[in-house]
């Protein structure tokens, strides 16, 4: 059986560019919630494009697991598990920013992979758009949400959470 082909930061990119900045991996897991919690995915994913129409900083992410950017015999630890989670978020933003008409000030990604139960915050170039220590308070927000399984929920939260932050910061920087 030849080796899996892992996904890259770039296609990554450019699917996150072709589809209003919000992709998702994870159709294995997705694919087998109860028609009831598939639907409200469905109504929440929805809510979720909506967010991000316009708001080319904003990015969304699910993969089933970190499997499909990494080897498995990368992935033996807590701690090679965030490094590849920080390096793959770190190389979709640059390949997305990359391929823009307009090159944005900084990007924020929300990257979740399901399987592993990991979720990042991602602010490369965007501190200016929400700290490090925000990113955490966005997690914090989504978590009761991603523990039943609110997968589409967590992301509307969590954008939402992001949207409040970001605009405080703004008013904050203004007086």
Do not use: C, W
């Not at 087998?32 to 080319?56: R, W």
């Amino acid at each position: 059986m030849p080796p899996k082909q892992l996904l890259t930061p770039v296609q990554a990119a450019v699917d996150l560019i072709n589809n209003n900045n919000i992709f998702s991996y994870a159709v294995s897991i997705l694919s087998k919630l109860s028609y009831d919690k598939e639907k409200k995915f469905n109504h929440n994913y929805q809510q979720a494009v909506n967010i991000l129409k316009d708001k080319n900083y904003l990015n969304v992410i699910f993969l089933n697991t970190l499997s499909q950017v990494a080897p498995l015999d990368a992935l033996k630890n807590a701690n090679q598990k965030e490094k590849i989670l920080k390096a793959f978020s770190d190389n979709v933003l640059l390949a997305k920013r990359n391929r823009q008409i307009t090159e944005p000030v900084g990007a924020v990604l929300l990257l979740l992979s399901l399987k592993d139960r990991l979720l990042r915050v991602h602010t490369a170039g965007a501190k200016h758009l929400i700290a490090d220590f925000q990113g955490k308070q966005v997690i914090k927000r989504m978590g009761p949400y991603l523990q039943r399984e609110r997968f589409g929920k967590a992301i509307v939260v969590g954008l939402e959470e992001i949207e409040r932050l970001y605009k405080a910061t703004k008013v904050m920087k203004l007086g």
